[in-house]
């Protein structure tokens, strides 16, 4: 009996002990549904804003509009038709290629600047810009380091920690700044890749969901605004493809001889040919936003190179790891 006693005394226990932590299960569910504010969205919806307690730090007066306008859009997002995303640049430059000559075509203002460009600059551009999207999409770094050119140096992005900072100016005193780089965006890229919101499953490339901009700006712009201007003219899509919330990517990857004012443009050392584009895309959480990428043209190398990658609008995505190209 006595024994019969301790596991029937074990059972009660652990009977306890489950339910009571069923009830904070559910407890800390409904504390997170029903403790979510109520944001009214800019076509007149009322809708309970989860990214604040997936997230954090967004649940201030200060961030209402920028809330509103996330849940606005998300409900836009969510009704464009999606194409697979893939990790392989073949795949990806195939189908980033489709739309490019798609955009390039229904926009006369593209004209001027492709008029700079030399013959095969489009085809060089889509095959930038596949991997770019394969990357972003979870291209593992180990593939995207093969997939450089010759030409292609690694570089101390600006958005390194102050810590990382200080390691790649120690190495580089002593002769090994490119490995201590190396290891750096690789363990950068581990954190990043792990998250479920840098990893995408799928690309809005119809005429919706996308859109591109070719032009001339001058060579003292590091940023460019030609695809920014063009959406000024219309704020819902001011609205939908860039937004008032921006994060960007540690950008590693420049031209061994110098970046970006030094790089010759299209008018001597003035003027410089930009692409820019924007797609909407979704991650593995369910998350859709806009995907941002800009590529300026090099005259010397008859190349384009990757500028800069930001995921723009989402709450919830620009409070996770930042991506590394």
Do not use: C
Request: glycine share 8%; net charge negative; charged share 25%.
């Amino acid at each position: 009996m006595p024994v019969q006693g301790t596991l029937r005394q074990k059972r009660v226990v652990a009977s306890l002990a489950i339910g009571v932590a069923f009830a904070l299960i559910a407890t800390w569910m409904a504390w997170r549904y029903f403790g979510a504010p109520i944001i009214t969205t800019l076509d007149g919806r009322e809708v309970r804003d989860l990214s604040v307690a997936e997230v954090g730090g967004w649940a201030g007066d200060e961030y209402t509009e920028i809330r509103r306008e996330y849940l606005t859009n998300l409900e836009q997002y969510k009704q464009l038709p999606l194409e697979p995303a893939s990790v392989e640049p073949e795949r990806a430059t195939r189908t980033v290629g489709v739309m490019i000559d798609r955009e390039l075509a229904a926009d006369s203002r593209n004209e001027k600047a492709l008029s700079r460009l030399p013959r095969g600059a489009i085809d060089d551009l889509k095959g930038r810009a596949g991997l770019a999207l394969a990357r972003a999409s979870g291209m593992p770094a180990g593939e995207y380091l093969k997939q450089q050119d010759a030409d292609t140096a690694l570089v101390a992005p600006p958005t390194l920690s102050a810590e990382d900072a200080r390691a790649v100016a120690v190495a580089t005193e002593r002769g090994a700044g490119a490995e201590e780089l190396a290891q750096i965006f690789l363990e950068l890229s581990r954190d990043a890749e792990a998250h479920e919101a840098n990893r995408l499953v799928g690309w809005a490339m119809d005429a919706s969901g996308s859109r591109i901009a070719v032009g001339i700006e001058p060579v003292a712009e590091t940023v460019p605004n030609t695809l920014l201007n063009r959406l000024l003219d219309d704020p819902e899509q001011k609205r939908l493809f860039r937004g008032a919330l921006s994060q960007g990517s540690h950008m590693f990857h420049a031209p061994s001889d110098g970046w970006p004012g030094q790089l010759p443009g299209v008018n001597g050392p003035r003027d410089r040919v930009w692409f820019e584009m924007a797609v909407v895309v979704e991650n593995e959480a369910g998350d859709r936003f806009p995907l941002w990428m800009s590529f300026a043209y090099d005259d010397k190398r008859s190349r384009w190179w990757l500028t800069g990658v930001y995921r723009l609008v989402s709450i919830r995505v620009t409070a996770a790891p930042p991506l590394v190209f």
